[in-house]
C-alpha cells in the first residue's frame, strides 16, 4: 500500500493560468511534488519549461518562493541558498532545484556533479522530457535514438540516450528516486520521503510532452504508462546504496512480464522515421538496462 495514499495534501501550489501547454506531463509531476513538498520549500529554476509554466514577473502561476538563474548555475545557486539560509539558522527549509534533461545532462552537469561530491543539503529533480522543448524540441544528450527533433530532422538521432542516472549513481547519494506523474501516489510517496532526508537527493522524473513527442496532448498520462510498462522508464528508489523496484516496475519485476517498446514508440510521431535496425537497438538497451536493475535488486 503505498505510504500516503489517505494522506495527499490538498492544497494546490500552482495557481489558475499556468502558461504550460494542454497536457504537459512537466505541470502534472510539479504539481504532485509541490503537494509533497509543501510550505518551507524554495525552488531555484533555470530557463526550461518550468520557467515558462511559472510565468513573467509580476504575475506567477505558483504560490512558492522561487529564484530564477542560468542553465550552469542551476545546482551552484541551490548551494548558495543552502549556505544563506544555514547563515540566517532556517533549517527547516527545503531547498529543491528543479531542472530540465538538457539543463541536466548537459548544460548544469558539473555544478550538479559538484554540488552532489559535497554532499549539499538539496532535491536536485531532473524532469526528463527527453529534449530542448522550451525552444521547440531540439536534441539533448536524454534524447533517445531514432527521435525526431529540429536538429535531428532528416536521419533522426543517431546515438542513444546517455544514461545519466548512472553518473548520479556514481555519487553514492543517500537517496535518488525515478518516479512518472502517470503513477502520482509512488511519486508522491518519493518526495515526501527526499523532503525527510539530509544531503544531496537526486530524483528523476519522466514527463511525457505532447509537441515535442508528437502525440494528442489527452494521451500524456497513457504514454507515460507505456513507458513504465515497456521498461523504458523504471520506477525505482536507491537508499543507501540498496536498489529496490517500486510501484508498477515492482510489479513488473516480480511478474517477468514487459511490454516490447514498439507500443510505446508507434503512438508517438517522433519515432515515425525510426528504421528497423534502430528499433532493435533500442529494445536490446532497454533489455539490457531492465537486467541490471534486475541484479540491483537482487543486491
Ligand atoms: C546558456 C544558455 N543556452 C541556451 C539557452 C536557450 N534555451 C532556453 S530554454 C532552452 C531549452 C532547455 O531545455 P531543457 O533543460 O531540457 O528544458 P525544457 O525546455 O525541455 O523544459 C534553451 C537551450 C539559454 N537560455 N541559455
Ligand atoms: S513543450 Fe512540453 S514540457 Fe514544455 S510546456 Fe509544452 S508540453 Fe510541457
Known sequence: MPENLFKVNMKEYILPGSRACQGCGLTLFYRYALKA???????????????VLHGIYPKTAVDIPCL??????????????????????????????????????????QALSGAAERGTDFIYVCYDNEGYMNTGTQRSSA???????????????????????KIMEAHNLPYMAAASPSYPIDLYDKFVKAKRIKGTRYMHIYVPCPPGW???????????????????????EIEDGKFRFTGRSKT?????????????????????????EQLKQFQTGVDNKWNEYLKMAEG
Open 37 to 51: 513538498l509543501r510550505e518551507n520549500t524554495v525552488i531555484t529554476l533555470p530557463a526550461c519549461c518550468l520557467c
Open 68 to 109: 530564477n538563474n542560468t542553465f550552469a548555475s542551476t545546482a551552484a545557486s541551490a548551494s548558495g541558498i543552502v549556505a544563506g539560509l544555514n547563515a540566517l539558522n532556517r533549517t527547516d527549509t527545503t531547498v529543491v532545484a528543479v531542472a530540465g534533461d538538457g539543463s541536466t545532462y548537459d548544460m548544469g552537469i
Open 143 to 165: 534524447t533517445p535514438l531514432g527521435a525526431l527533433t529540429t536538429t535531428t530532422p532528416i536521419l533522426t538521432k543517431q546515438q542513444p540516450k546517455k544514461d545519466f542516472i
Open 214 to 236: 508528437m502525440y494528442p496532448a489527452r494521451d500524456t498520462v497513457r504514454i507515460g504508462k507505456l513507458a513504465v510498462e515497456t521498461g523504458i522508464a523504471v520506477l525505482f
Open 252 to 276: 513488473l519485476a516480480e511478474r517477468g512480464k514487459r511490454l516490447p517498446v514498439i507500443n510505446y514508440v508507434e503512438r508517438q510521431g517522433r519515432f515515425k522515421k525510426m528504421n528497423l
